[in-house]
C-alpha cells in the first residue's frame, strides 16, 4: 500500500475518534452527570482511547 494513501486512512481514523470524544464529552454534560450517564461516558472514552491508541501505534510503527 501506498505509504501516503495508509497515513490519510489512518488520519482519517484518528479524525473519527477525536469526533467521537467531542461528541461523547457533550453527551455526558447534557445528561447532567447522572451516574448511568458518567458510566456510559466514561465506558466510551475507554473504547475511543483503546481506538485512537492503536491508530498512534500504526502510525509511529509502519510496516516494513
Same mark, same amino acid.
Given at each position: 500500500?501506498?505509504?501516503?494513501?495508509?497515513?490519510?486512512?489512518?488520519?482519517?481514523?484518528?479524525?473519527?475518534?477525536?469526533?467521537?470524544?467531542?461528541?461523547? &464529552?457533550?453527551?455526558?454534560?447534557?445528561? =447532567?452527570?447522572?451516574?448511568?450517564?458518567?458510566?456510559?461516558?466514561? &465506558?466510551? &472514552? &475507554? #473504547? #475511543?482511547l483503546?481506538? =485512537?491508541?492503536?491508530?498512534?501505534?500504526?502510525?509511529?510503527?509502519?510496516?516494513r
Amino acid at each position: 500500500m501506498n505509504p501516503d494513501v495508509r497515513s490519510a486512512i489512518l488520519a482519517a481514523g484518528l479524525a473519527f475518534c477525536i469526533l467521537f470524544f467531542g461528541a461523547t &464529552l457533550v453527551a455526558v454534560a447534557d445528561s =447532567g452527570f447522572s451516574g448511568r450517564g458518567v458510566f456510559l461516558g466514561g &465506558l466510551s &472514552l &475507554l #473504547i #475511543i482511547l483503546m481506538i =485512537g491508541l492503536g491508530l498512534l501505534g500504526a502510525m509511529r510503527n509502519p510496516p516494513r
